[in-house]
């Protein structure tokens, strides 16, 4: 094989569960770009079971990822005439509604939501597509855990901000990197990579707005600036390519720097 061909997803059939989110519109763009054939699975989107105007191998499908009946048909139409599925990328999260967001107040409502719409999202998707996975001769699965998987959150860069980092989205982001090294050891038999990406800090545009918080945000890092979604590109095509042919159950780090201090 040429070492020109590496990313080459050419003929790779993708899905990318949250991939209209602020970070999951640029990674499908990204797959698209090297070739991968790429089904967004998505609660609600802007393009629903149509092709996409710049891409036509982008198709988009609605699905509620807590419910599994749901999941089950709508990985069955992303697998299509091939029953195969060569990559999965679960971007996809949901902590549910609510304000209760201090571990001195949060309900057991928020905390279970919080959890089951992180992990509970990503396992569900897993073990629904472990069956066309199966069928691939290079099957990759790249999950999405969290800077806060690692590390705690910094109170001090939240204060006198409107905003806040919950206890049960860095325990549900570091179960889900759990997960990926558990599912890294049991699905290697079926020739499955499994792997995570942990992001910080990757703030969506409204967040930036606030010039006090992104200057926090900021001075964490190494690099001393955020993490935009084309920085989050690179990892993922490397991960879901034959560049990374023998790397499973890894967590890489796109931080910054932030946890290398």
């Known amino acids: 094989m040429s070492y020109k061909e590496l990313f080459n997803l050419s003929g790779r059939n993708a899905v990318v569960t949250g991939g209209c989110g602020y970070l999951g519109a640029e990674i499908v ?8 054939d ?17 891409y036509d191998n982008v198709k988009y499908y609605e699905c509620n990822l807590d419910n599994t009946k749901e999941i089950q048909e709508t990985l069955k139409l992303a697998a299509g ?3 195969r599925i060569d990559i999965l990328i679960t971007m996809a999260a949901n902590l549910g509604a609510g304000v209760l967001s201090d571990i001195e107040n949060m309900d057991d409502a ?7 719409g992180t992990v509970g999202y990503t396992f569900r998707t897993i073990r629904e597509c472990i ?10 699965i790249v999950n999405i855990g969290s800077l806060y998987a690692v590390g705690a959150p910094d109170p001090r860069t939240y204060f006198d901000t409107p905003f806040s980092s919950t206890p049960n989205y860095g325990a549900g982001k570091a179960a889900t990197v759990e997960l990926s ?20 800090s990757f703030p969506h545009q409204n967040v930036q707005e606030n010039q006090l918080f992104k200057q926090r945000l900021q001075e964490k890092t190494m690099l001393g600036r955020i993490g935009y979604p084309a920085d989050l590109v690179g ?14 159950g890894i967590n890489l780090m796109v931080d910054g720097g932030q946890t290398a201090w």
């Open 181 to 200: 090294k558990y599912c890294a050891s049991y699905l290697a038999k079926y020739n499955i990579r499994v792997n995570s990406v942990s992001p910080g």
């Open 29 to 36: 763009k990204g797959l698209a770009d090297f070739g991968a």
């Open 81 to 83: 005439d091939k029953n």
């Open 235 to 248: 990892a993922m095509v490397y991960l879901a390519s034959d560049a990374s042919k023998y790397v499973t």
């Open 110 to 116: 928020y905390w279970i939501k919080g959890i089951d």
């Open 131 to 140: 069956p066309y996975m199966k069928n691939s001769s290079s099957g990759s």
């Open 38 to 54: 790429v089904v967004v699975i998505d609660a609600k989107c802007n393009k629903i079971d149509g092709q996409d105007s710049t």
